[in-house]
Nanobody, 114 residues
Framework: VQLVESGGGLVQPGGSLKLSCTGSGFTFSREQMTWYRQRPGKARELIAT?????????FYDESVKGRFFVSRDNAKKTVYLEMNNLKPEDTAMYFC???????WGQGTQVTVSS
């Protein structure tokens, strides 16, 4: 089982980034996928979940609702996190996870700073 996150970087406040997470070693299309983040000195927190059943509404934490959007491409075994209007408090390591898989990727660092 492998999860590989990418797309992080340094962005100015108000900017945008799109993260990707590609999974392998499990049936991606049948797994609910979740994005987490871990801010400096804080516990890892759930920020967005997308069900594996197409058409069901994704869940977003209040801290990102209206700014972040999660999507998935089962053919590419990839889940995306589009992040808009980024704020300094969004600075964190971002991870994805499959609901039925006990594995974490290495994460991708997002830094929001002027």
């Amino acid at each position: 089982v492998q999860l590989v996150e990418s797309g992080g970087g340094l962005v100015q406040p108000g900017g945008s980034l799109k993260l990707s997470c590609t999974g392998s070693g499990f049936t991606f299309s049948r797994e609910q996928m979740t994005w987490y983040r871990q801010r400096p000195g804080k516990a890892r927190e759930l920020i967005a979940t997308i069900p594996f059943i197409l058409g069901l509404t994704p869940f977003y934490d209040e801290s990102v609702k209206g700014r972040f959007f999660v999507s998935r491409d089962n053919a590419k075994k990839t889940v995306y996190l589009e992040m808009n209007n980024l704020k300094p408090e969004d600075t964190a390591m971002y991870f994805c996870r499959a609901s039925g898989v006990n594995s974490w990727g290495q994460g991708t660092q997002v830094t929001v700073s002027s």
